[in-house]
């Protein structure tokens, strides 16, 4: 389901390029229906500065994160939960992620069984990121929300 997804990464995208024209440094992103909740501010708070080496970027909007200049990682807290699904499930140091391939290259990493939940989108380039090193980075951050369920069919562990 997509409720929030791709009107997400063209915005971000285009304020990626619009960042480089007018050398801002701020990335504008739409906040997530329920970006407001208090443990979304958790999250926030414990973004970490640098994502698999990609430093942290000013996002104007409650609740978000953005890495790498251009932007090629973006996190949004309060988006709604998934609910089953058949798309790969991996866990990530206990933090249980879909993978939605379906814009590839980007690639959105949504927590399940966590509300509220938390989307990650990552524009990927295997020679430069690391999706593994990218969620693990994310895993103190998110670890803190209150787990309501647990994918049932995992495509892969990594502990």
């Known amino acids: 389901m997509r409720l929030f ?14 960042g480089l024209a007018s050398c801002s440094s701020t990335v504008s992103i739409p906040p997530a229906p ?4 208090p443990l979304c501010a958790d999250v926030s708070v414990r ?10 970027r000013w996002t104007d909007a409650q609740a978000t994160g953005a890495w790498g200049d251009p932007t090629t990682v ?14 790969e499930c991996v866990t990530i140091e206990g933090v249980d992620w879909i993978i939605d391939p379906s814009d590839e290259p980007n690639y959105r990493f949504t927590t399940y069984g966590r509300t509220p939940a938390v989307e990650v989108f990552l524009t990927y380039d295997p020679a430069t990121t690391s999706s593994a090193e990218v969620l693990r980075a994310f895993t103190s951050a998110v670890s803190g929300l209150p787990v309501d369920g647990q994918c049932t069919a995992r495509g892969g562990d990594d502990s």
């Open 5 to 18: 997804g791709r009107s997400l990464v063209v915005a971000a995208l285009a304020a990626s390029l619009l």
């Open 74 to 87: 973006i996190l949004a807290c309060g988006v709604m939960p998934p609910g089953p699904t058949t798309l």
């Open 34 to 37: 329920d970006a407001n909740n």
């Open 47 to 56: 973004l970490p500065k640098v994502v698999d080496g990609m430093q942290r």
